[in-house]
């Protein structure tokens, strides 16, 4: 599909920079992790029902 006719089904067109790669190993909120995890040690995680 060419973008002329993705524009006309009024689909919005995302482009994704692979420079955000380099990004997704890095850890950007060191503090705000380690807080999640020890959170999570000690409440675990909710029990999910079906």
């Known amino acids: 599909?060419?973008?002329k006719k993705i524009l006309k089904k009024n689909?919005?067109?995302v482009r994704i920079n692979k420079n955000l790669?380099?990004?997704a190993s890095e850890v950007l909120f060191p503090e705000k992790v380690?807080?999640?995890n020890e959170m999570?040690?000690?409440t675990?995680?909710?029990q999910?029902?079906?």
């Open 11 to 13: 689909v919005p067109v």
């Open 21 to 23: 790669d380099s990004l």
């Open 40 to 42: 999570l040690k000690k």
């Open 44 to 46: 675990g995680l909710p």
């Open 34 to 36: 380690a807080k999640a």
């Open 1 to 3: 599909m060419n973008e």
């Open 48 to 50: 999910l029902t079906k």
